[in-house]
C-alpha cells in the first residue's frame, strides 16, 4: 500500500524559516517525482514544486522560487522542502504527492497534510 | 501561466441525478488534465487523468472528456459520497495549475 506522510509543520514569524518532510513508501520510491501542493485556509490548491525521481530536475511556483528549495533522499525516501524568507501568504496546509508516473504530471496518492503558519 | 476556470462555483443537486462540471483553459493543453475530489479536512482524489482516463479504483459513475480548452467531469447518478468540491489541474506546462473548484452540495 502507498503511503505519504508529511511532517514539519509549525507556526513560524515572518522571514523566519522551515523545513517539511515527506516520508514515501510502498512503491519504487526512486522511480516517481514527487510534488508539494498547498491549500490556505478556506481556499483552492496551489502547486507549489515538482522533483524528479532522480532528483537532477526540480520545478516551482513563481511564489515560492528564490525561497523555496525541494530536495530528496532516495535512500531514505524522503522529499523535503526547505522554506525560507516566510510570508503571511505561505500559511498553508502543505501537501506531499506522489506522481502519477516518472514525469509526475497527476498526483496519485496525498499525504494528509502538515499545516504551516507565519505569524507573528 | 495557464489560468484554469472552473464552472459553476458551486451547484445543487440529489442523489441520482447526473451532473456535470466545466474546465476551460486559458490556452490549450492538448489532453494535460486531470480533476481530483476533495473533501473537507482531507487530501484530494485523482478521479481522471489525461482528459478522460479513470484512475483505478474510481467508480465508473465518474467520466471526463475534452481537449485543448474545454474539459467536462460528469458523474452519473450522484451517490452520498459524492458531494464535495472538485478541482481540474493542467498538467501541459509549468507552472501546473488548478481550477478554483466546484462545490456540490446536497440538494
Known amino acids: 500500500e502507498v503511503q505519504v506522510l508529511e511532517s514539519g509543520g509549525d507556526l513560524v514569524q515572518p522571514g523566519g524559516s522551515l523545513r517539511l518532510s515527506c516520508a514515501a513508501s510502498g512503491f519504487s520510491f526512486r522511480t516517481y517525482a514527487m510534488a508539494w501542493v498547498r491549500q490556505a485556509p478556506g481556499q483552492g490548491l496551489e502547486w507549489v514544486s515538482t522533483?524528479?525521481?532522480?532528483?537532477?530536475?526540480?520545478f516551482y511556483a513563481d511564489s515560492v522560487r528564490g525561497r523555496f528549495t525541494v530536495s530528496r533522499d532516495n535512500s531514505k525516501n524522503t522529499v523535503y522542502l526547505e522554506m525560507s524568507s516566510l510570508r503571511a501568504e505561505d500559511t498553508a496546509v502543505y501537501f506531499c504527492?506522489?506522481?502519477?508516473?516518472?514525469?509526475?504530471?497527476?498526483?496519485?496518492?496525498w499525504g494528509q497534510g502538515t499545516l504551516v503558519t507565519v505569524s507573528s | 501561466d495557464i489560468r484554469l476556470t472552473q464552472s459553476p462555483p458551486s451547484l445543487s443537486a440529489s442523489v441520482g441525478d447526473s451532473v456535470t462540471l466545466t474546465c476551460r483553459a486559458s490556452?490549450?493543453?492538448?489532453?494535460?488534465l486531470a480533476w481530483y475530489q476533495q473533501k473537507p479536512g482531507t487530501a484530494p482524489k485523482l478521479l481522471i487523468y489525461a482528459a478522460s482516463y479513470l484512475q483505478g479504483g474510481v467508480p465508473s459513475r465518474f467520466s471526463g472528456s475534452g481537449s485543448e480548452t474545454d474539459f467536462s467531469l460528469t458523474i452519473t447518478g450522484l451517490q452520498p459520497e459524492d458531494f464535495a468540491t472538485y478541482y481540474c489541474?493542467?498538467?501541459?506546462?509549468?507552472?501546473?495549475?488548478f481550477g478554483q473548484g466546484t462545490k456540490v452540495e446536497m440538494k
Open positions: 522533483i524528479s525521481g532522480t532528483g537532477e530536475t526540480t
Open positions: 490556452q490549450g493543453v492538448s489532453g494535460w
Open positions: 504527492a506522489k506522481g502519477r508516473d516518472y514525469g509526475g504530471y497527476y498526483f496519485d496518492s
Open positions: 489541474q493542467q498538467a501541459n506546462s509549468f507552472p501546473y495549475t
